[in-house]
């Protein structure tokens, strides 16, 4: 299974929090790494996003389908994402828009074993992949990629 998070991009300041809107830089980190995403993401890919909306207006970047999903919410915690992702077991791939420090705590539980204060960037995507060779399961990084890296 492949488990691709991407933080949302530049978003303004303000409150309500759940109603920030991406910045001018947000919108465009946004396009560009979807465009980037792309021609590597698969075409039964699942994508579940926050209901905050620079979350949403990161996800609508790429122009498919998305499910709004409270467990991808700000405040949440890791093991919320997990469930609603089905990982490992979820029989596709899962791209989730979320956000800080709840998506780096989450790389650092998959990929170390343990909670650490990982940080993502604002509009970075890490793809993390699952799978078993043999006896064993494996935990991969498939890639880190920030904007301003593309």
Not at 8 to 25: F, I, N, S, V
């Amino acid at each position: 299974m492949d488990l691709i998070l991407w933080r949302h991009a530049d978003a303004a300041d303000g409150q309500p929090d759940l109603a920030r809107p991406l910045t001018e830089k947000g919108h465009m980190q946004a396009r560009d790494m979807a465009h980037w995403l792309e021609s590597r993401l698969p075409q039964d890919l699942r994508i579940l996003v926050s209901p905050a909306l620079r979350a949403q207006e990161t996800a609508r970047a790429l122009q498919r389908e998305f499910e709004t999903d409270d467990a991808i919410a700000v405040g949440q915690p890791a093991s919320a994402i997990l469930s609603a992702s089905g990982w490992p077991d979820a029989g596709q791939a899962v791209l989730i828009v979320g956000h800080q420090p709840t998506l780096g705590e989450l790389a650092a539980q998959l990929l170390a074993g343990r909670t650490s204060a990982w940080h993502l960037a604002k509009g970075a995507v890490w793809w993390i992949r699952h799978r078993r060779r043999g006896d064993r399961a494996e935990v991969i990084l498939r890639l880190a990629i920030a904007p301003d890296e593309l």
